[in-house]
């Protein structure tokens, strides 16, 4: 089945950039969406890229898939301790009925 | 516009309880799911729901049942409570499935603790 992994934590400093990265296991993902969860809350939706692409730039937020390598970032340029969250990546599956979600990256932002 | 609305906030329940989570949405989206949080794990899909009386099982559906009689609401049900459901519980919907990007917005979440 599929599998989505993340690394637990990532510590940057404010004004800096963040690089969360993600690997899938599922090679026929055809969409992957990056989403934030702030404390308490619900997750939101970030950014997503489709399959045929190798980046996509929305704003301070820069996605990468390697496909190749089943590799998936997320780059936060110029980063605020508003970005203090966990971010999720995910994958949608190829019936596109189902999303595999990553454990979770926690990102802390010092002043 | 409420988007998706989550009750109760909390609960704590007794081994072999029974309790219904609610879940509404009031955008006329057909796509609903149920998800349960667990530390480290991410996200994991237990049932969802293409429109009303139509729903499927996900990656983790044992223990759950759900039903959907109307596009607002897609309650979950917990048939017996045991420990191993202690989880936070998220709903979500989304106005087009998972077709392309379309987001999924999700609930504030259902902290459930069962002792």
């Known amino acids: 089945g599929e599998d989505v992994e993340q690394s637990l934590f990532l510590s940057v400093r404010e004004g800096d950039s963040s690089v969360i990265n993600c690997t899938y296991t599922?090679?026929?993902?055809?969409?992957l969406y990056w989403y934030k969860q702030e404390p308490g809350a619900g997750l939101q939706l970030l950014t997503y890229i489709f399959s045929n692409m190798d980046m996509k730039q929305d704003q301070r937020l820069t996605v990468l898939l390697n496909k190749k390598d089943k590799h998936l970032s997320l780059r936060i340029a110029d980063t605020q301790t508003g970005d203090s969250a966990i971010y999720f990546c995910?994958?949608?599956?190829?019936?596109?009925?189902?999303?595999?979600f990553g454990g979770g990256t926690r990102l802390m932002v010092k002043p | 516009n409420a988007g998706v609305t989550q009750t109760p906030k909390f609960q704590v329940l007794k081994t072999g309880q029974s309790m219904t989570l609610q879940c509404a949405q009031d955008?006329?989206?057909?796509?609903m799911s149920w998800y349960r949080q667990d530390p480290g794990m991410g996200l994991r899909l237990i049932h969802y729901?293409?429109?009303?009386?139509?729903?499927d099982q996900g990656e983790v559906p044992n223990g759950y049942n759900v039903s959907r009689s109307t596009t607002e609401d897609f309650p979950l049900r917990l048939l017996s409570a045991a420990p191993s459901q202690t989880s936070v519980y998220f709903c979500?919907?989304?106005?087009?499935?998972?077709?392309?990007?379309?987001?999924?917005?999700f609930g504030p979440g259902t902290r459930l603790t069962v002792t």
């Open positions: 979500a919907s989304s106005s087009l499935g998972l077709a392309g990007g379309s987001e999924q917005y």
């Open positions: 729901s293409v429109g009303a009386g139509i729903t």
């Open positions: 599922d090679s026929s993902s055809t969409y």
């Open positions: 995910a994958e949608r599956n190829n019936a596109g009925n189902m999303l595999t």
């Open positions: 955008m006329n989206h057909e796509y």
